[in-house]
C-alpha cells in the first residue's frame, strides 16, 4: 500500500486529512524564542496576536530531520511505500530534509519525496490527487506519473488584505506598505514555477476585491478539471466567503467546493485576511 504524507503547508482540513488518511509533518513556527509545530499546539489567531503585540513577523522552519526520519520509519515498519509531498523548494528546506530522511533509513525504492513547485491548498491538491490514486492500488510509480502531469497545472493564486506582514517578513518595503494601505491596494500572489510574485493588484473594499479577483479566473475555471475547487483563507469575514462560494457554486462546474483555513506557516506570512482560490486546470492548459 502507498501512503500518502505531507509537510503541513498543504492546509487541508482535519476532515480531508481524515478522508484521505494523509500523514502530516508539521513545519515549525518560532514566535521570538518560543518553537511550536504547525498545527499542533499553534493557531494562526496566537500568531496575529504575538505580531501585532510585537511588531515582528514570526519565523518559520523546517522539520528536523530526525523527527522526519522517525515517522517514515515508522510507515516503513507497517509496511506502505511512501509518497511524500512538500511546499516548493524554493520556498523551505523541507524536502532537502525529507530527502536526508529517505537517505538516511537507504529507502529510495520505498519513498518517493515531491516538490510540489507549490504551497497551500496548491500542495494540497497534489495530496488529494495522489491519495486518490492510491486507494486505487496504484503504486508509486504511476501515482508519480499522473502527478506530475498535474503539478504544472496547480492555479494558486491569493489576494492579500493587508502588506503589514509582507513588510514585516522582508517581503515589501515599508513605502510600499504604506501606500497600499492609503490606496486600499489588494496584490495578488500567484505561484509559479515554485515561486511567488505579485500579477496584478485591486483597488478597493475587500469583499468587492474578492469577487473581482474570482471572476478574473473564470474562463479559465470553466475549463478546470472539475473535481474539485478551494477557498482557502487566513481567517476572512465569513461574509465575504460566503460571496465567493456563492460565485464559484453559480458557475455549475465544480463537483466540490472546499473550504479550508491556513496554516500557521502560510498565515505567518501572509496576515489575516487573505483569500485564494485554487484549481488544477485543464490538461489542454497545460
Not at 522526519?68 to 511546499?87: A, C, K, P, S, W
Not at 524554493?90 to 510540489?116: F, K, P, Q, W, Y
Not at 477557498?231 to 469575514?237: A, L, Q, R, Y
Request: hydrophobic residues 35%; contains cysteine; negative net charge.
Amino acid at each position: 500500500m502507498v501512503r500518502i504524507v505531507s509537510d503541513s503547508t498543504c492546509d487541508l482540513s482535519p476532515e480531508l486529512i481524515e478522508r484521505y488518511q494523509i500523514g502530516i509533518i508539521p513545519l515549525h513556527v518560532h514566535l521570538g524564542e518560543a518553537e511550536y509545530l504547525d498545527g499542533v499546539n499553534i493557531k494562526p489567531g496566537d500568531i496575529y496576536r504575538w505580531s501585532d503585540e510585537n511588531g515582528a513577523t514570526p519565523k518559520t522552519s523546517a522539520p528536523n530531520a530526525e523527527d522526519v526520519t522517525e515517522l517514515f520509519r515508522e510507515y516503513l515498519d507497517r509496511g506502505d511505500d511512501l509518497m511524500v509531498f512538500t511546499i516548493s523548494r524554493s520556498m523551505s528546506s523541507c524536502n532537502d530534509v525529507c530527502h536526508l530522511a529517505v537517505s538516511e533509513l537507504d529507502a529510495e525504492d520505498r519513498i518517493t519525496v515531491m516538490d510540489s513547485a507549490n504551497l497551500s491548498t496548491g500542495v494540497g491538491h497534489l495530496v488529494i490527487e495522489a491519495a486518490i490514486l492510491a486507494s486505487e492500488g496504484k503504486g508509486l510509480s504511476e501515482i508519480t506519473q499522473q502527478i506530475l502531469i498535474y503539478r504544472p497545472l496547480v492555479r494558486a493564486s491569493f489576494v492579500v488584505d493587508t502588506l503589514v506582514y509582507l513588510h514585516r517578513g522582508g517581503r515589501c518595503s515599508g513605502l510600499a506598505a504604506l501606500m497600499g494601505s492609503a490606496l486600499k491596494l489588494h496584490p495578488r500572489i500567484v505561484v509559479e514555477n515554485g515561486a511567488m510574485h505579485s500579477d496584478k493588484k485591486y483597488r478597493g473594499s475587500l469583499d468587492k476585491v474578492i469577487v473581482n479577483y474570482a471572476r478574473d479566473m473564470e474562463e479559465e475555471m470553466n475549463k478546470a478539471k472539475p473535481d474539485r475547487v478551494f477557498i482557502t483563507h487566513s481567517g476572512c469575514d465569513e461574509k465575504v466567503v460566503s460571496q465567493v462560494r456563492d460565485y464559484l457554486i453559480s458557475l455549475g462546474h465544480f463537483k466540490e467546493i472546499l473550504e479550508t483555513r491556513a496554516g500557521g506557516v502560510v498565515s505567518s506570512h501572509c496576515g489575516p485576511g487573505t483569500l485564494g482560490v485554487l484549481y488544477i486546470a485543464s490538461e489542454s492548459e497545460g
